[in-house]
């Protein structure tokens, strides 16, 4: 079957194409990260990009312009702290805001060895607030819609989504097309070519070990090899009888 082999050839062709650009943006990706790690920790470290550092006990007063997302964040020794925290807008009203997600990862301060864990988010909000300690240990206030956008701002950034967004579907194709080449490859039958007189023949082998696994066929008993054919006993004959004629005609 030529026309299955051509389209099996051309399954394993991209299935090699989509796996190798897939291992090039994943290791895209992969270098991107190291380069853009440390920017990252820097921009979400409570210690060095805050809005608010509170010690046990303070409050203070503080003006954002506006923000989607602030988070407040306590250090935590592998446990859960609590957030222990009163957020009050100009006009005296509490925001209640709302726990972590499962997205909302601690963050990590790397030269001192201090672990942070989100305690509190609070989604869009702007104008004047103020912000009570009521807790034990220090309190920071996080503007993390700013820190995202410095982030974005990073080259780096754009590389690290760009080799994830595209190197992982990329590499499912592949991955796709290979299984497929190998389903091909065992449903299709064993085929060689054959050299035959200068023509190029395309066979199956199981057919021809089969053949070659007949007998030949048995001569047949009752035919003569050294008979000659009929004709060329006629042919002998009219010769004779020409040559009679001849010396017949020549006595007369």
Same mark, same amino acid.
Do not use: H
């Given at each position: 079957?030529?026309?299955?082999?051509?389209?099996?050839?051309?399954?394993?062709?991209?299935?090699?194409?989509?796996?190798?650009?897939?291992?090039?943006?994943? &290791?895209?990706?992969?270098?991107?990260?190291?380069?853009?790690?440390?920017?990252?920790?820097?921009?979400?470290?409570?210690?060095?990009?805050?809005?608010?550092?509170?010690? /046990?006990?303070?409050?203070?007063?503080?003006?954002?312009?506006?923000?989607? &997302?602030?988070?407040?964040?306590?250090?935590?020794?592998?446990?859960? /702290?609590?957030?222990?925290?009163?957020?009050?807008?100009?006009?005296?009203?509490?925001?209640?805001?709302?726990?972590?997600?499962?997205?909302?990862?601690?963050?990590?301060?790397?030269?001192?060895?201090?672990?942070?864990?989100?305690?509190?988010?609070?989604?869009?909000?702007?104008?004047?607030?103020? &912000?009570?300690?009521?807790?034990?240990?220090?309190?920071?206030?996080?503007?993390?819609?700013?820190?995202?956008?410095?982030?974005?701002?990073?080259?780096?950034?754009?590389?690290?989504?760009? $080799?994830?967004?595209?190197?992982?579907?990329? $590499?499912?194709?592949?991955?796709?097309?290979?299984?497929?080449?190998?389903?091909?490859?065992?449903?299709?039958?064993?085929?060689?070519?054959?050299?035959?007189?200068?023509?190029?023949?395309?066979?199956?082998?199981?057919?021809?070990?089969?053949?070659?696994?007949?007998?030949?066929?048995? /001569?047949?008993?009752?035919?003569?090899?050294?008979?000659?054919?009929?004709?060329?006993?006629?042919?002998?004959?009219?010769?004779?009888?020409?040559?009679?004629?001849?010396?017949?005609?020549?006595?007369?």
């Amino acid at each position: 079957m030529p026309g299955g082999r051509v389209v099996t050839d051309r399954k394993r062709a991209w299935a090699r194409i989509t796996t190798a650009s897939s291992a090039a943006l994943l &290791l895209m990706a992969v270098i991107s990260l190291w380069q853009v790690f440390d920017d990252y920790n820097e921009l979400y470290n409570p210690e060095s990009n805050s809005l608010v550092k509170l010690e /046990p006990g303070d409050s203070i007063t503080f003006e954002i312009e506006s923000s989607i &997302l602030v988070s407040a964040l306590r250090v935590s020794d592998g446990g859960s /702290p609590d957030a222990d925290l009163i957020l009050t807008d100009s006009q005296g009203n509490e925001l209640p805001g709302r726990g972590a997600r499962a997205l909302e990862f601690d963050r990590y301060d790397e030269r001192n060895g201090t672990s942070f864990s989100v305690v509190r988010v609070f989604e869009n909000i702007g104008g004047e607030y103020t &912000l009570e300690n009521l807790g034990t240990t220090t309190l920071w206030l996080v503007d993390d819609e700013d820190s995202a956008n410095k982030l974005s701002g990073i080259v780096w950034t754009y590389l690290f989504y760009i $080799g994830c967004c595209l190197g992982f579907p990329i $590499g499912l194709v592949g991955f796709v097309l290979a299984i497929m080449v190998w389903t091909d490859k065992r449903k299709m039958p064993d085929q060689f070519v054959i050299i035959d007189d200068g023509r190029v023949i395309i066979g199956n082998a199981q057919s021809d070990m089969e053949d070659d696994q007949n007998p030949p066929e048995a /001569p047949n008993p009752f035919s003569d090899t050294n008979r000659q054919p009929p004709s060329t006993i006629s042919t002998d004959a009219s010769k004779e009888k020409d040559g009679e004629s001849w010396k017949s005609w020549d006595e007369g």
